[in-house]
Structure formats: structure tokens, C-alpha cells
């Protein structure tokens, strides 16, 4: 050993001890590797939002549609009773009637009330008043049998219609089938009322009996495109 301390050159040098590495503490995992078991709790404890229950049966668009029902057989009866006066009666019977049906469409969309029954006893209310009106007319001999038989055939093809493809959607009445419900009020009012002249009736009810045809076949080829358009859409899903 040298003075200083030095060893002397070739001698082998004592070995140094090595520090100790301190070994950093643990660090938490991410929040994002964490089991999310916390969370687990706090969906549970959510309360389920219950559905909304739908337009009871009992409604005022139901109503009306039942009291167009209950006014066909009183409209048939004062129309059989003869005289201006009954004839009168007839009139006004059927006025409301066919303002029923005008209402009972507009509050079940405006006021959500569409159920189940309005969507199948509007159409049959309807065709019972139109209908009622036609043949009573006709057994009258006051409007030729084949005008009844051409406007009954058109209503109830297309109410058939409308049963076959409901399940597949609802087809959207046209200004053409709502040009057609108004000439036909206008025409069997006219020929209901007493007074009216007889140029003025026909040339109401032909025009009636014309847009009549025309919108049962726009009708019916609607239909048919739903129809065939639906099962393509839902083989997609």
C-alpha cells in the first residue's frame, strides 16, 4: 500500500460496494384498467322510464265516430217518412253527420287519439252513411241503381284495401280522395233537399261518380306499390 492509500501498481483493488437500488413505490393502476365494478351500482340504481300508455278507448274522436253510426238508420228513417218537412229533417240528420266525420279524423291526429277502433270503424262509419244515402235514394227512384252500384263498388274495394295493406302502413288520403268525400256530401245533399234543380244534381253527382272512379284506381295502385315495397325493406334489416 502506497502512502495516500494508493495500492501499488498490478495489486488488485478492494471492490467497491454497490449501492442499493431503491425499488419506486407500487403506482396505482389506471382508472381505466380498474375493474368497473363501481359503476355497476349506479346503473342499477336508475329508474326505468315506464312506457306512455296510449288513447283509451273511450275518446271524443271514438265518440263522434259512434255517433255518425247511431245518426245513419235516423237519416234513413226521415228520408222514408217523405215531405219537404221529414225531407228537411233528413238534411240536417245528415249535415251532422257528415260534419262527425270531418272532426273525429282531425282531434284523433291533433290530440293524439288514434286507437285501434277509430282506425276501423271511421272508414265502416262512413261507407254506412254514404252507402245508406245511395241505396235509400235509389230504392226512392230518385238516382239510377248503376251510380249506387259504381260508388258502393269503388268504397268497398277500397276499404277491402285498406284492411289488406294496414300492416304493412297507412296510405295518406289524397287531395283527390278528399275532393271526392266533398262532392259526394254536396251530391246526396242536393238530392236530399227538396228544391234543388235537377240539372244541378246530375251534373254534381256525375262529377262525384268521375273523381269517385278515378281515385279507387290511384287508390288501389298505391296499395299495391306498399305492398310489394315492404317485405324488400325489412329483408334488409
Request: hydrophobic share 55%; glycine share 8%.
Given at each position: 500500500?502506497?502512502?495516500?492509500?494508493?495500492?501499488?501498481?498490478?495489486?488488485?483493488?478492494?471492490?467497491?460496494?454497490?449501492?442499493?437500488?431503491?425499488?419506486?413505490?407500487?403506482?396505482?393502476?389506471?382508472?381505466?384498467?380498474q375493474?368497473?365494478?363501481?359503476a355497476?351500482?349506479?346503473l342499477?340504481?336508475?329508474?326505468?322510464?315506464?312506457?306512455?300508455?296510449?288513447?283509451?278507448?273511450?275518446?271524443?274522436?271514438?265518440?263522434?265516430?259512434?255517433?255518425?253510426l247511431?245518426?245513419?238508420?235516423?237519416f234513413?228513417?226521415?228520408?222514408?217518412?217523405?215531405?219537404?218537412?221529414?225531407?228537411?229533417?233528413?238534411?240536417?240528420?245528415?249535415g251532422?253527420?257528415?260534419?262527425?266525420?270531418?272532426?273525429?279524423?282531425?282531434?284523433?291526429?291533433?290530440?293524439?287519439?288514434?286507437?285501434?277502433?277509430?282506425?276501423?270503424?271511421d272508414?265502416?262509419?262512413?261507407?254506412?252513411?254514404?252507402?245508406?244515402?245511395?241505396?235509400?235514394?235509389?230504392?226512392?227512384?230518385?238516382?239510377?241503381?248503376?251510380?249506387?252500384?259504381?260508388?258502393?263498388?269503388?268504397?268497398?274495394?277500397?276499404?277491402?284495401?285498406?284492411?289488406?295493406?294496414?300492416?304493412?302502413?297507412?296510405?295518406?288520403?289524397?287531395?283527390?280522395?278528399?275532393?271526392?268525400?266533398?262532392?259526394?256530401?254536396?251530391?246526396?245533399?242536393?238530392?236530399?233537399?227538396?228544391?234543388?234543380?235537377?240539372?244541378?244534381?246530375?251534373?254534381?253527382?256525375?262529377a262525384?261518380?268521375?273523381?269517385?272512379?278515378?281515385?279507387?284506381?290511384?287508390?288501389?295502385?298505391?296499395?299495391?306499390?306498399?305492398?310489394?315495397?315492404?317485405?324488400?325493406?325489412?329483408?334488409?334489416?
Amino acid at each position: 500500500m502506497l502512502p495516500g492509500g494508493e495500492p501499488p501498481q498490478g495489486a488488485a483493488r478492494p471492490a467497491r460496494p454497490t449501492p442499493a437500488r431503491l425499488t419506486p413505490p407500487a403506482q396505482p393502476a389506471p382508472a381505466a384498467a380498474q375493474p368497473k365494478l363501481a359503476a355497476q351500482p349506479e346503473l342499477a340504481a336508475q329508474p326505468e322510464v315506464a312506457a306512455l300508455p296510449g288513447p283509451g278507448l273511450v275518446n271524443v274522436a271514438n265518440a263522434l265516430t259512434v255517433l255518425r253510426l247511431i245518426l245513419v238508420p235516423v237519416f234513413v228513417a226521415c228520408l222514408l217518412a217523405g215531405g219537404p218537412d221529414w225531407r228537411v229533417a233528413a238534411f240536417v240528420v245528415f249535415g251532422v253527420a257528415s260534419v262527425t266525420d270531418l272532426l273525429d279524423g282531425r282531434l284523433a291526429r291533433r290530440r293524439g287519439l288514434i286507437t285501434d277502433f277509430g282506425k276501423i270503424a271511421d272508414p265502416i262509419a262512413d261507407k254506412a252513411l254514404t252507402g245508406a244515402a245511395l241505396v235509400t235514394l235509389s230504392a226512392l227512384g230518385e238516382l239510377a241503381w248503376w251510380v249506387t252500384a259504381v260508388i258502393l263498388a269503388r268504397e268497398i274495394a277500397v276499404t277491402l284495401l285498406r284492411f289488406w295493406v294496414i300492416r304493412h302502413g297507412v296510405i295518406a288520403a289524397s287531395r283527390g280522395g278528399k275532393l271526392k268525400t266533398l262532392l259526394q256530401v254536396v251530391a246526396i245533399a242536393l238530392y236530399v233537399l227538396p228544391g234543388p234543380p235537377a240539372a244541378l244534381r246530375e251534373v254534381v253527382m256525375a262529377a262525384a261518380v268521375a273523381v269517385t272512379v278515378v281515385t279507387g284506381i290511384d287508390y288501389g295502385v298505391r296499395a299495391m306499390r306498399l305492398h310489394r315495397r315492404q317485405p324488400h325493406a325489412g329483408a334488409g334489416n
